[in-house]
């Protein structure tokens, strides 16, 4: 029997070598002579002595969280999160299948860095930053999520509308100075002319978005002002769920044109051909199983909070008796609230006279009479405009007039760095999933949109939230670390003891701050993270010989030739670790003849096979060499 030992340097001191062969986690010693090694021989560990840099040695499953940005669910009621407005967001900082080696402040940055955020008050305001205590220790991390109150309203030279129809070109212009939205001169056939613009999505603290219809009013022709997500055109620019070929009698009455159902919007405020004032939205369409999605009419005017209640009876826009100009959205947390305004002058919101309720949430008023809460599938809402035509009324028809205009006068688009609806993780939670094609994704949206507190027709009532005194939406966000049975799905969150909040699944407890006009809400770790408990195992691995191991874990063949369990509960996660095993394990070199060795070429590995880069300072790693046994 042989004793070999090796070693990357002399010493523990953490001077560099300036040479990769030297490093505490691989490295290489070169005979002076040749060592020669009897064929049929084994070889075992004797002892390893290595230095842990306190460093985190996160794994996967230790690098997953939940965002939950909504109402505070009631734990004591099965299933309470189908009657909100939200899903657990899942975050991960971490790489599939690898382990990260991370100082507190490069977790701090990880998880900034990889924060994905879809409400647009609350994007590019997310922190995550390690603390340090009095003596200068790493005390734990503060979690920051801010919100932007800003209701400031203007049309923005940097806003542009596209294309926003399924098989129609785009025919029409948008001037970005004046606002004026303009169906463009031509042979065109009956279909509307469709724009969204997606450069900014609309503040959801309170934000409007104001429309001055009166031009093409004026001439008869059906026009369109809505809100929306973003749907992709590979999907015919609606959700990949909405049923287009599913037809209610009331959607069917709309008089929407030849087809209702030309072009996607969540809620849109419309002229039909009959001259009617329609207000239409994306819900549940109720079929018994909730398995579709369409439009349903809002009906106003049985609301009697409206200005414009008359029992069953649409507004005649087209005489428009009261001299209604312009339409105008706001939106206050979930509530959407609708107003009409006459004239054009400045005044109270931006009209001549003051405006005047066309429908909002009041729960003593019938479901169908107000808008649906803004869920998450619509966080980022943007403004749709249509324009439709006008004809002789001939067979076949003679266009009259296309060339009719539409002038935004009001909006409070949020100005976002990297804002991109187009973009998976830089627009919204459903143009997330949209624009990736995900339909595993979907799946979550389609949940969310087809709750029936979404159903006009089911007896459940929804408060929408609104906004708090300091103007913020009047959320109780929390950060999911480990499964939590009413926040679900979140059976993957496995960061309670990385963060620091051992023992809790759910943290929504947090301090508020109001300042620069963004509201704060700051989560704190309740104790020190222990970064020893999360020590991953590592492995001695013996390059340049012929040993034969099976890492099933990383599906390969390996020269692994011990195990260095530093995750056992006495062994301290910084510092000095020695270890010899209880037993000896041979393992054949599989040499048919004798080995002449020159060098010993050592690696410390995580079971991935991945170098253990947290050992610094001095390794020893000492071995046996024998001539197999004879059986």
């Not at 991370?102 to 997310?126: G, I, M, Q, Y």
């Not at 809002?298 to 200005?307: L, V």
């Not at 060339?403 to 006068?409: E, P, R």
Request: proline share 4%; with cysteine.
């Amino acid at each position: 029997m042989s004793l070999v030992i090796t070693s990357n340097r002399d010493t523990d001191a953490n001077t560099p070598d300036g040479q990769s062969i030297y490093s505490a986690y691989s490295y290489r010693n070169e005979m002076g002579s040749t060592y020669k090694i009897p064929e049929n021989s084994q070889v075992c560990l004797q002892s390893a002595k290595v230095n842990l840099d306190g460093r985190a040695q996160l794994g996967g499953s230790q690098t997953i969280y939940y965002d939950w940005f909504g109402m505070e669910l009631d734990e004591s009621v099965e299933d309470s999160i189908s009657s909100s407005t939200s899903y657990p967001i899942v975050q991960e900082f971490g790489e599939k299948d690898r382990v990260l080696e991370l100082t507190p402040e490069e977790v701090a940055n990880k998880v900034k860095s990889t924060h994905l955020e879809f409400h647009p008050n609350r994007k590019d305001n997310f922190e995550c930053n390690a603390s340090e205590d009095a003596q200068g220790d790493f005390s734990g991390y503060e979690f920051i999520s801010k919100q932007n109150v800003s209701t400031a309203s203007t049309v923005s030279a940097s806003l542009a509308f596209t294309r926003f129809s399924s098989g129609i070109d785009t025919r029409f212009s948008y001037n970005n100075v004046s606002g004026i939205f303009t169906r463009t001169a031509g042979t065109h056939d009956k279909k509307p002319a469709v724009g969204i613009s997606i450069t900014k999505p609309l503040s959801l603290a309170g934000g409007s978005f104001k429309v001055n219809f009166k031009n093409s009013n004026a001439s008869g022709v059906a026009w369109g002002i809505g809100l929306s997500r973003y749907t992709p055109s590979t999907d015919g620019y609606f959700p990949q769920y909405f049923d287009q070929s599913f037809d209610l009698d009331d959607s069917q009455n709309m008089g929407l044109y030849d087809d209702p159902k030309q072009y996607f919007e969540d809620i849109g405020v419309h002229r039909n051909e009959d001259g009617e004032l329609i207000v239409r939205q994306a819900v549940t369409l109720g079929n018994g199983d909730y398995q579709d999605f369409g439009y349903r009419e809002i009906e106003y005017y049985n609301n009697t909070n409206s200005a414009l209640a008359n029992a069953d009876t649409r507004y005649d826009i087209a005489t428009n008796a009261t001299n209604y100009e312009s339409v105008r959205f706001v939106c206050s947390g979930e509530k959407i609230s609708i107003y009409l305004e006459v004239g054009a002058a400045p005044g109270a919101k931006g009209g001549a006279a003051a405006p005047v309720l066309l429908t909002e949430f009041d729960a003593a008023q019938p479901k169908d009479s107000y808008p649906k809460p803004i869920s998450q599938t619509m966080w980022c809402l943007h403004p749709v405009l249509s324009v439709g035509y006008t004809d002789n009324g001939a067979d076949p028809p003679v266009i009259v007039s296309d060339v009719n205009s539409l002038t935004m006068t009001e909006y409070s688009g949020l100005d976002l760095i990297g804002y991109d609806a187009t973009a998976a993780g830089k627009g919204g939670w459903y143009e997330y999933y949209a624009v990736r094609g995900d339909d595993g994704g979907l799946q979550k949206c389609r949940e969310v949109d087809l709750r029936v507190i979404n159903d006009p027709e089911d007896a459940t009532v929804y408060t929408p939230v609104v906004l708090n005194a300091s103007g913020a939406i009047d959320y109780k966000p929390a950060m999911i670390v480990a499964p939590n049975g009413t926040y679900v799905p979140s059976g993957k969150a496995a960061t309670t003891d990385v963060f620091g909040f051992k023992g809790n699944s759910l943290v929504n407890d947090g301090t508020t701050d109001l300042a620069g006009g963004l509201f704060s809400l700051k989560f704190v770790s309740a104790a020190v993270p222990d970064l020893s408990s999360t020590n991953k195992s590592i492995f001695v691995r013996l390059r340049n010989f012929g040993t034969q191991v099976l890492n099933a874990r990383a599906k390969t063949q390996s020269t692994i030739v011990a195990h260095l369990p530093t995750a056992d509960a006495d062994i301290a996660g910084v510092g000095r670790l020695f270890y010899e095993p209880n037993r000896d394990v041979w393992l054949d070199l599989n040499n048919a003849t004798e080995l002449i060795v020159s060098d010993f070429n050592i690696d410390l590995i995580y079971v991935n096979e991945q170098y253990a880069k947290v050992l610094q300072g001095q390794t020893i790693v000492v071995l046996y060499f024998r001539k197999k046994p004879m059986e």
